[in-house]
Structures are given as C-alpha cells and as structure tokens.
C-alpha cells in the first residue's frame, strides 16, 4: 500500500450508510477538504444530520439500491452493517470505475482511511495495514502531542 493526498474539494463522493462509522470518516475528511457528497441510507446519525444545511450533502432517504447511482463518483465509502450488502455495492461500483472502502472487508477494499494529524501546512497519516485501528488511533495522539510539543 502506498499513501497519497488526494484534492478532494469538489469532488463527488459516495457514502453508502450513515450510521457511526460513515460519520467518523465523513467529519475526517470534511476536517481537510470540501468535496460535494452524497449518502445513500435509510437512517442518518444526527451529526450528520446537522450538516445537511450547512455543507455540500445531499442525502438519499433510502435502502441502498443500484438504480440510484445516477452520477459517477470520485470514491465511495461502503458503511452499512450489513456485510453482504456491502459486499454487493461495492462489486457494483467498482464496475463502475469507483475505487470503493468497505467498512468491514479489507481484501474488497481500493484504499483505507488512516489517521490523520494535521497542523498547519503538516499532514501525517497512520496506518497499521488495516491489521490495527485502534493503534493507529493510539498512535495518531502520541505524534500529535510530540508535534505539538516542536512548536
Ligand atoms: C484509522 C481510522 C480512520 C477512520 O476510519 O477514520 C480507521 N479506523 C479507525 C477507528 C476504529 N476502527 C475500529 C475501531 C474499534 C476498535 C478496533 O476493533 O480496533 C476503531 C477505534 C475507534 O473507533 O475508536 C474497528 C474496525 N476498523 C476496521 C474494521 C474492519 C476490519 O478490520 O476488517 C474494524 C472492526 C469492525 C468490527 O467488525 O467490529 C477497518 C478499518 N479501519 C480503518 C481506519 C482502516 C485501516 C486503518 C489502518 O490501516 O490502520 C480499515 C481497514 C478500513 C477503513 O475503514 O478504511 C480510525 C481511527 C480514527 C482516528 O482517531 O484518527
Ligand atoms: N471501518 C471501521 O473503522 C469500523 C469501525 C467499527 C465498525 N465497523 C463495521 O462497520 C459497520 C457499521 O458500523 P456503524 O457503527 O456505522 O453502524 P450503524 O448501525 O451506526 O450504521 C449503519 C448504517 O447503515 C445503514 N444501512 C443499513 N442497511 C442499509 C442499506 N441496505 N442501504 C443503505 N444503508 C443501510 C443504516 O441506515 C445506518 O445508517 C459495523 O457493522 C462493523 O462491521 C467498521
């Protein structure tokens, strides 16, 4: 696996879900960029909810359904939790050329969401693989303090 950065201002992204997981990887990157998103799901946590007015969001009040890929996106976020669902959207998207991350399927996965610390013109990113998360996390906090502390 190799890291880049990606511009992804205006850029059209796709998340399927909007539960807990959607939110964390949404709020990371609407943290460095402004991209123009959309999210399929039937239900949507308040957090996202309240960024609806606010930002480039367009939710799709509905169950995940081919049909409803009416644009091409950038990239899309898979983040039900249903697995096969999942499994299926995102054997669907990447046919149609869309690099997808699945929540809760590595090998299917194009790319993986790091950690990332960002301060002034300093981006780092942590990743474990994907064997680790929560170490990534862990990890993130401790660079984070120590860059804080060359200030
Ligand atoms: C870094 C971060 C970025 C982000 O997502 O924003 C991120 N996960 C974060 C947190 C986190 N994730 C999980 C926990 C619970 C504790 C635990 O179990 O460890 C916590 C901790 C928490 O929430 O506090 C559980 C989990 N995660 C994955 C699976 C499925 C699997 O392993 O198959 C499961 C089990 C699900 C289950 O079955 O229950 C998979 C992935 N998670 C990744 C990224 C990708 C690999 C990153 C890498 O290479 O290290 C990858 C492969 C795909 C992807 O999502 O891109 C973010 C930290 C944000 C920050 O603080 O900066
Ligand atoms: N990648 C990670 O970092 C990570 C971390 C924790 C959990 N997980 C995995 O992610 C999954 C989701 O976790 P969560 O906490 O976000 O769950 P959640 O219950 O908060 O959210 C699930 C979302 O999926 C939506 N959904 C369900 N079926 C759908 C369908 N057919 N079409 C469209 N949307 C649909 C729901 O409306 C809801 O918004 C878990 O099952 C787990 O396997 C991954």
Request: with cysteine; net charge positive.
């Amino acid at each position: 696996m190799f890291p880049l950065l990606f511009k992804l201002s205006d850029k059209k992204l796709l998340f399927i879900g909007g539960g807990n997981v959607a939110k964390r990887k949404l709020l990371s990157i609407l943290n460095q960029s402004s991209p123009e998103v959309t999210i399929i799901s039937k239900e949507l946590h308040p957090d996202i909810k309240k960024l609806l007015s606010s930002n480039k969001i367009t939710w799709i009040n509905s169950n995940f359904k081919e049909e409803l890929l009416k644009e091409k996106y950038y990239f899309a976020f898979i983040c039900t939790d249903d697995k096969e669902l999942n499994r299926k959207a995102a054997l669907i998207l990447k046919k149609l050329g869309t690099p997808v991350n699945i929540c809760d399927n590595k090998e299917l996965s194009d790319f993986f969401m790091p950690a990332v610390i960002s301060q002034d013109d300093i981006t780092i990113s942590v990743s474990t693989k994907g064997k680790s998360p929560a170490f990534a996390k862990q990890l993130k906090e401790v660079i984070s303090k120590t860059l804080k502390g060359l200030k």
